[in-house]
């Protein structure tokens, strides 16, 4: 199995791209290849496409991550290597 190098990190719908601030620097540390998107939140295939280009632009074998915060404010740390959450849907 060959070795991710590059990550995606995705916000949810009660974030946005900066939430993934205090991970990024340690991945970056860590070797990794680090994209964190900024989703538009206007609709599922608007977040859909922005997801698509960012990983259109990476080479190899990609980790996505994503961060759902919820009103409770309690956050969640999911990891995905083939979708994310509802978008895994629209692929």
């Known amino acids: 199995m060959t070795k991710a190098s590059n990550v995606i990190l995705v916000h949810g719908a009660w974030a946005d791209g900066s939430s993934w601030s205090k991970v990024i620097p340690l991945l970056?540390?860590?070797?990794?290849?680090?994209?964190?998107?900024?989703l538009p939140l206007i609709s599922l295939?608007?977040?859909?496409?922005?997801?698509?280009?960012?990983?259109?632009?990476?080479?190899?074998?990609?980790?996505?991550?994503?961060?759902?915060?919820?009103?409770?404010?309690?956050?969640e740390y999911r990891y995905h290597s083939g979708g994310l959450g509802s978008l895994i849907d629209a692929f």
């Open 28 to 38: 970056l540390n860590g070797g990794l290849r680090v994209t964190a998107v900024q």
């Open 45 to 75: 295939r608007d977040d859909v496409a922005t997801v698509k280009r960012a990983i259109a632009l990476e080479d190899g074998p990609i980790i996505l991550a994503r961060l759902r915060l919820r009103p409770t404010r309690r956050v």
